[in-house]
């Protein structure tokens, strides 16, 4: 089945010079007296309302406010010929890839000047006549602004959950130009519920397109929607959107999450290094290599990261042992996080190695950061390598570690320092304890569908991004799961981050880098057929502030 009506022909008229002009009409079922008066009472009353068409086995109409106020026209356009020539035309366009945290798919040039017959027709329609109806049954007042545009969705495309907020719109549209569609395709418009903070919640309500169908909703600051990854390798998802424009509406104060607890290092000596982390990262020269490199590049990937033994005792509790929630919310962030207090002895551990004492001055001198009081600065790392080297090229049977006399500093001097800020406190200690470095970190689990976005209260700031992959074998960029990282206000990637079993990843971000995961996309399904048990991968991901 085509999914489309047996052609008609379609409405012209004799334009300038003797040529036919083409004309675009809507449904007379929509102009009808009586129902345009009905729709405006549902619209203003905020009632369900479904008209039936008395020709057709569909409804003319339909207005539901679940979850938030929304009308479907599934038969917009009276001529299949109309429908027929636009779909050609659109199609002859150039369209250009969109990609951010965002979204993925194909748009072509703004319709707004496009001198096409049926285009030209189209935006007439729209933003005249259909404009002048909708302005009278919403009661607002609408203006000539001409805002459209033409999507192409693909294979594994998408466009997560938004608001469509931007100052002066007030109305969205779609028009969909599709062939027979089911809801396993994807590409749904997917219209979300939300909390007592209006925040998005779950997908309440899902339209599959179809060909002709008009769909458009009222913007506010609960209208979140998506386009769900569309899943079929052959269709392509076509339509027609834009936004009827008009006076702009106060706007509720905007929610700001609470903040994410961040603390200061546990006190765990050296120790701990040595039970979890590969050796030759502990080694002080290599450290200091490490710096180099990471002064020059802000960044670096730190592969075979924990030992052996351990990283696979890690990823064999993660399989199984493991209380997960989802973490939201979904104009935000979709993901799962670990229940930490429910978290097996081995996983605890490792959280406990990100947050220790140790590991902080590690840190420090890995990035040069003045992550613990007892940071070495340059000139002190490079004093301590070249006696570690004289002194292990002289003394036979002995081996100095500096990290370890540096760490078995650490305790006498951390009591130390403790005690004499409680004897004399004053302006200086304010000052050090306002600047104690502190962490905050979570073990998360990626799957298919899964994503962080940027969002407006993004925090921009000086931090240190440390990310441990698990069970990331078989795992391709095309998947997604990545982390990105771009400048404020800019799509352009200055940095990505690839998943990579038991490799640490450490990111150095100023205040105007921003970062997001990728959505992961179907095609993430593939690693099954290497790793039948695995459905994605899992980090713990911390970040540390000076």
Not at 260 to 284: G, V
Not at 435 to 460: A, M
């Amino acid at each position: 089945m085509s999914g489309k009506r047996p052609s008609e022909p379609g409405p012209s008229r004799m334009g300038k010079r003797g040529k036919k002009e083409v004309v675009a009409e809507f449904s007379d079922a929509v102009t009808e007296k009586t129902l345009k008066k009905q729709v405006a009472a549902a619209w203003s009353h905020r009632t369900p309302f479904i008209h039936d068409n008395v020709f057709l086995p569909t409804e003319a109409i339909v207005v539901d406010m679940d979850p938030f106020l929304h009308c479907v026209i599934p038969n917009f356009i009276q001529s299949q010929d109309f429908l027929e020539g636009l779909h050609k035309e659109l199609l002859s366009l150039d369209f250009h890839e969109k990609y951010n945290d965002l979204y993925k798919f194909q748009q072509s040039d703004d319709l707004k000047k496009r001198r096409e017959p049926h285009i030209s027709a189209l935006r007439k329609l729209l933003f005249e006549d259909f404009r002048s109806w909708l302005s009278d049954i919403s009661n607002i007042d609408l203006e000539s602004t001409i805002d459209m545009s033409c999507a192409k969705y693909e294979f594994t495309d998408a466009l997560l959950c938004h608001d469509d907020e931007l100052e002066g719109r007030r109305v969205a549209f779609i028009l969909y130009l599709v062939p027979s569609w089911d809801r396993s395709f994807g590409g749904t418009l997917d219209l979300f519920s939300t909390d007592e903070h209006l925040q998005p919640k779950h997908i309440a309500k899902s339209l599959t397109p179809s060909w002709n169908k008009l769909v458009f909703f009222e913007v506010s600051p609960v209208s979140f929607h998506q386009v769900s990854e569309v899943l079929s390798e052959e269709k392509s998802r076509l339509s027609i959107s834009g936004w009827f424009h008009g006076p702009s509406v106060i706007k509720p104060p905007t929610y700001l999450e609470p903040l994410i607890p961040r603390n200061p290092h546990i006190p765990q000596d050296h120790e701990i290094l040595y039970e979890w982390i590969n050796p030759t990262y502990l080694d002080m020269e290599y450290q200091a290599q490490i710096q180099e490199e990471f002064e020059e590049r802000s960044e670096i990937l730190l592969k075979e990261f924990l030992k052996p033994e351990k990283f696979e005792k890690v990823c064999e509790a993660l399989e199984k042992e493991v209380e997960w929630s989802i973490c939201g919310p979904p104009n935000k962030r979709f993901y799962e996080r670990a229940e930490e207090s429910q978290l097996p002895d081995i996983l605890k551990g490792c959280m406990t190695l990100f947050r220790s004492e140790a590991l902080f001055l590690l840190l420090s001198n890995f990035t040069g950061l003045k992550l613990h009081f007892l940071a070495p600065c340059e000139e002190e790392i490079k004093d301590k390598t070249e006696t570690a080297c004289a002194a292990g090229s002289t003394e036979e049977g002995t081996s100095h570690n500096p990290l370890e006399s540096t760490q078995l500093a650490i305790s006498s001097n951390s009591q130390h320092s403790s005690e004499q800020g409680d004897a004399a406190p004053g302006k200086e200690t304010t000052r050090k304890e306002s600047s104690v470095p502190t962490c905050q970190g979570e073990l998360r689990r990626w799957k298919t569908g899964h994503y962080t976005l940027i969002h407006d209260n993004s925090q921009t700031e000086f931090a240190l991004d440390l990310v441990l992959y698990c069970g990331c074998e078989g795992w391709e960029p095309e998947y997604g799961g990545f982390t990105s990282y771009i400048a404020k206000g800019e799509d352009e990637e200055l940095l990505v981050v690839n998943p990579e079993n038991n490799s640490l990843a450490l990111v150095y971000r100023d205040r105007e880098t921003l970062k997001f995961v990728k959505h992961i996309n179907h095609r993430s399904l593939e690693q099954k057929k290497s790793f039948p048990d695995r459905t994605g991968f899992w980090d713990f991901s911390f970040i540390y502030y000076e």
